[in-house]
């Protein structure tokens, strides 16, 4: 009856290959999954310690780099995109994260939000124009939705775009926009007197100017910006033709919340393996901190959320290639995905001590990062009023 436990030492796994989850991923999405781990961990990694204490990023050098990988709209068709499955988007969301938050919101504002908005609802000439640009990371986009009084609900929002003869002027302010002082684009929408609509705004447009938001303690290796329109001249051609209404802005942040639901993931991931080899390392009293049960307690219970995190977004993820991902479904993804992994960071912290709080490890990072993944692409508290309407029929929102 006993020899299903052995007390005999065993060789470590990782969390997640304890799960065994590579045995639901096809070879070629795990092959690419392995190419982007080996850019984070060579590349960045060893960077992302100065960059975020910094609180700065040569984030033109990145994205360029990101291009040559070929990560941004890498699952977008066409126009210099590589074409690669959901699954695909999805793990290497992961490994980005793994690295640090801020480099995940660089691709995933660049593919997800701002160059799927153009090659949802843009025009040829605009997805021509920009798209095989942004893919090679010759061009920045950012993504103008939030305002500074309207996060949530951005319908309240007070960017206005008028016409004036034939073409369209934009005022407004908007807020918190990821990529916004080095974007040379940026997909902006504006109420206008029948709907609100998107426009594809070139950055050096006269009246547009994106200062930078300073004083971040979450996402400092990523660029947070304002953007403010100052009668803003736009041609007719600068309209997304195809957006009609808010349902065009929230098609993008279902796009960009599926890549963070594997994304958060990333993060948690990279706290538990610091913090198992880092327990396996340290002696406390007489012994490795991994040898105490109640650090195997917390190293089990934490496993076990980044593995069920890690069912739910291959579920998804198959979900996605499908064709019949709910954005509902999404909600589930992101809520609990993010929540975990934050709990991991926060734990994980613990069983540093004193070493957690420094950049030496990337755990503080992680876990400050993830404040920010908690509150971006719906808070945790929309989402789960998403899932109460899903559950209830009844809208919640007011
Ligand atoms: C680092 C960073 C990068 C970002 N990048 C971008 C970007 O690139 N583009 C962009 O457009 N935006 C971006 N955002 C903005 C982000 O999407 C908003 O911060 C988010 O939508 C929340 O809006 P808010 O901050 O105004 O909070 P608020 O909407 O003011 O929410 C405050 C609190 O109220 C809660 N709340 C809201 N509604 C309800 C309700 N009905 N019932 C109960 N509680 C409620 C929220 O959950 C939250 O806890 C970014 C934000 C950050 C932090």
Not at 48 to 58: F, I, T
Not at 150 to 156: C, L, Q
Not at 327 to 354: D, F, Y
Request: proline share 4%.
């Amino acid at each position: 009856m006993d020899e299903e436990i052995s007390v005999a030492p065993v060789t470590p796994q990782s969390p997640l290959g304890l799960f065994g989850t590579d045995s639901l991923i096809g070879e070629e999405d795990r092959a690419i999954r392995d190419t982007v781990r080996r850019f984070v961990e060579d590349k960045v990694k060893p960077k992302l310690g100065d960059w975020y204490e910094a609180g700065s990023v040569p984030a033109r050098d990145l994205a360029k780099e990101l291009g040559s990988l070929g990560v941004l709209g890498m699952h977008l068709t066409g126009y210099g995109c590589a074409g690669t499955s959901a699954t695909a988007y999805g793990l290497a969301c992961m490994e980005l994260e793994a690295g640090d938050s801020g480099l995940r919101s660089l691709v995933s504002v660049q593919g997800s939000l701002a160059m799927f908005a153009i090659w949802r609802y843009g025009s040829e000439e605009q997805k021509q124009r920009w798209l095989p640009a942004m893919a090679a990371g010759e061009a920045i986009g950012c993504f103008g939705l939030t305002e500074p009084d309207f996060g949530s609900n951005p319908a309240g929002m007070r960017t206005r775009a008028r016409r004036d003869g034939s073409d369209w002027v934009l005022d407004g302010t908007k807020m918190w926009i990821t990529n916004g002082s080095v974007a040379d684009v940026a997909v902006v929408w504006a109420q206008t007197d029948d709907r609100v609509r998107g426009f594809v705004v070139p950055t050096d447009t006269p009246g547009f100017s994106a200062p930078e938001i300073k004083k971040k303690m979450s996402l400092r290796a990523s660029v947070t910006s304002e953007l403010v329109m100052d009668g803003v001249r736009l041609p007719e051609s600068a309209v997304l033709p195809d957006a009609a209404g808010l349902s065009g802005p929230l098609s993008c942040l279902n796009e960009a919340r599926y890549g963070i639901v594997f994304g958060a993931l990333g993060a948690a991931r990279d706290c538990l393996e610091t913090t198992i080899a880092y327990a396996r390392e340290r002696e406390i009293f007489d012994k490795p901190l991994a040898a105490y049960q109640l650090s195997q307690a917390k190293l089990a219970d934490m496993s076990l959320e980044l593995g069920k995190g890690m069912l739910l977004a291959l579920h998804l993820a198959g979900l996605k290639d499908a064709g019949s991902l709910r954005p509902e479904q999404v909600s589930l993804g992101k809520l609990n995905n993010v929540r975990e992994a934050i709990a991991i960071a926060r734990e994980c912290r613990t069983m540093l001590g004193a070493a957690g709080i420094t950049l030496e490890y990337p755990v503080m990072r992680h876990a400050n990062n993830l404040e920010s993944v908690l509150t971006y692409e719906g808070t945790s508290e929309v989402h789960q009023l998403v899932i109460g309407q899903a559950l209830t029929g009844d809208a919640a929102f007011r």
